[in-house]
Every structure is written in C-alpha cells, then in structure tokens.
Antibody, heavy 121, light 107 residues
C-alpha cells in the first residue's frame, strides 16, 4: 500500500522558516518524481514545486521561487521542502504527492493527507 | 503563464449526466488530468491523460479533450459523486497548472 506521510507543519510568524518532510512507503521511491501541492483554506489546489527522480530536474511556482527549496533523499525515502521568508499568503495545507513517472510531468497518482502550515503573528 | 478555467459550480439530478469543462488555449495539445476532492479529504485521481481511468474508478467517469476544452463526464450521477473536481495540466514552462475547481452538487 502506497503511503505518504507529511510532517513539520505548524504555526510560524511571518518572515520565519519551516521545513516540511514527507516519508513514503509502498513503492520504489527513487523511480518517481515527487511534488508539493498546497491548498489555502477554502481555496483550490496550487502546484508548488516538483523534483525528478534523481533530484536534478526541479521546478517551482512563481509564487514561491527564491523562497522555497525542494529536495529529496532517496536513501531515506524522503521528500523535503524548506520554506523561507514565509508570508500569510503561504498559509495552506501542504500535500506531498507522487508523480506517475520519473520525470515530473505526469499525473499525480498518490497524495498524502497534508500538513497544515499557518503563518501568523 | 498558461491558465485553465473551470465553472465554479455545477448541479446535476440524481442519475443524470454531469459534464465539467476545463478551458484553455489549445488545451487539446496537452495531457489533462482530473482529480476529485471530497470535504476534508485529499484529492484522488479520477482521469489521467485525457481519458484513462485509474484502477478502482468507476466506468461512469470518462474524459475527453479537443481544441480549447477538456471535459470530465460523470454518467448516472450518484450522491457519492458530490465533490470538488480539478483539472490539471503542465505548462510549457514546466509549471503545474490547476483549474480553479468545480463544485458538483447532485440533486
């Protein structure tokens, strides 16, 4: 059974940082690209960032470029997202999502349950 | 950057057919994927690459894509189909793009 479990969320002040983690199981992690997708309260889905199977092909949404950094550790079956210079607009439920392929342009076939990040003073 | 548009809401009578559109410039040249999200739950893939159903998704769910619109069709709509539905494509700039979501109500 495929499982994606996020952690690291919480309440943080504007301008501060946070690191999200996602541990996966049930599939060969280093065969697949991975993504972070977020959803602000009461809003729609927003793709945040994606990373290819080997960590070399990386992309970001314009809204987070220069502030967020995605990474992965294939030995630990883990995906990460470093969130810096947070603003209230970054408040959202962050989903760890598996791509259907090794490159990061497939469909998103498995989603975690999400981890809440709240940015507030 | 590429944009896709969906109707904000759609109502369908129980047992009838619902068609949710996803509009975008020449979207027919892209692969379109669809996700269903029920309240308090993570999204679930229901259609990928325009028309393919993942295992476990009922045959009542189908998709098409041509020209400037992709369509998710739900036949014989059931109460359990009430959810938000999102279309998804990849922009040529390699960014992921989601539609704004359509809330489906089954009357």
């Amino acid at each position: 059974e495929v499982q994606l479990v996020e952690s690291g969320g919480g309440l943080v002040q504007p301008g501060r940082s946070l690191r999200l983690s996602c541990v996966v199981s049930g599939f060969t992690f280093d065969d697949y690209a991975m993504h972070w997708v977020r959803q602000a309260p009461g809003k729609g889905l927003e793709w945040v960032s994606g990373i290819g199977w080997n960590g070399r092909d990386i992309g970001y949404a314009d809204s987070v470029k220069g502030r967020f950094t995605i990474s992965r550790d294939n030995a630990k079956n883990s995906l990460y997202m470093q969130l810096n210079a947070l603003t209230t607009e970054d408040t959202a439920l962050y989903y760890c999502v598996k791509d259907s392929g090794s490159g990061r342009y497939g469909h998103l076939d498995y989603w975690g349950q999400g981890i809440l990040v709240t940015v507030s003073s | 950057s590429y944009e896709v548009t969906q109707p904000l809401s759609l109502s369908v009578a129980l047992g009838q057919t619902a068609s949710i559109t996803c509009g975008g410039s020449n979207i027919g040249s892209k692969n379109v994927h669809w996700y269903q999200q029920k309240p308090g739950q993570a999204p679930v893939l229901v259609i990928y690459r325009d028309r393919h159903r993942p295992s476990g998704i009922p045959e009542r769910f189908s998709g098409s894509n041509s020209g400037n619109a992709a369509t998710l069709t739900i036949s014989r709509a059931q109460a359990g189909d009430e959810a938000d539905y999102y279309c998804h494509v990849w922009d040529t700039s390699t960014a992921g793009v989601f539609g704004g979501g359509t809330t489906l109500t089954v009357l």
